[in-house]
């Protein structure tokens, strides 16, 4: 069976995933660029922008597993615009007419809207759906290759407490944000159903990687 | 000029660094002993205990440096024992006759009793103080030596509040603890006065140092 994925999740080490004051000028509000410098430094993301460079050290090691073997994408409402974009009919996400996904992509909201094609075999669907249900449509389109949980950190939190995500990164930045949107509120004994392994790099990062148990 | 540190002060993964529902037989509450059996297996430890035997990996390098320079300690009135103690003339810390601090040892209540002194060097100081005005009785008792921050969570987040820490380790146990006391609530942009390194050790704990920029 395919399995369901999340990579690159960036929290504070307070366990914020976002900081407070979304908006479309700040889409991870006060916190900024500071949770992800870390990855918009590898040779991952710069490929992914068609640069050049990039590091190629543990980071980007764990970064690179973003893509591969992906068929699909599931976000939330939050990820896909800042606050009220389902009352832009325009609105066609963050990342213009080339998206980074290449995929069937997902997008949880209750005022669904029809289907886009996007360039670059990004296709946007927007679902009123329950966390099994998406993960059913996705694992269908994405035809046996497996499904991404993208986030945000309350989307990841309910497929996490629902029991149907199979593997799950997440890299812990060295800073406090205070504020913002956590990832870990309501999933008290996380441990007896992942192994979890941490890892820190010499950026200060330090790579969590949640294994479903079997 | 001493330096006031901090050590071995563990938290979950979701930042609490005590669980709830603190009681005379269960003194981190639902946490039980599961964010100190990194400690309780190191050599540090089993040596106050006055046994061999015990881990000489990472964990322990970082646990045998709880006493070396340490002059005096400041602890919460949480850490000192169960709510109420103050109710209950004869209690006398959760230590026994011969507590692990020998030295003086100064707790912060707001019903101060007369000092206690105890086996073993540990003398039981009890304060009514602001966190600076403890640190400055703390530094004059230890007569040139360091001064320990001892805990609860409150206690040494109050000190780091305030700039009075000049060191801290911490030590994240990857368990998900759900509720409880949070170490890091309302300390953003803690980043900027310290310079923080993380480090994971094989047995899955991540120590975190924490050391004032000058």
Redesign the interface.
Known sequence: MSEVRVHNLSIS???FATGEGQALEAPFGHAGERLHEWLVGTRFFHAEDNLSGGTQGADNGFAVQHNPGIGAEIMGAGKFGPPGWQDDPDWKGWWGPNPPFHTPTFILTHRPRPSIEMEGGTTYHFLDATPAEAVAQAREAAAGADVRIGGGPTVVRDFLAEGLIDYMHVA?V??????GV?L????????QTYT?????TPT???H?TFTAKR
Chains 1, 2 share one sequence.
């Open positions: 080490l307070d366990g812990q060295p800073i406090l944000l205070g504020r956590r870990w509120d309501g999933l008290e004994s996380l441990e979890i392994e941490p890892v820190s200060g990062i330090t969590l």
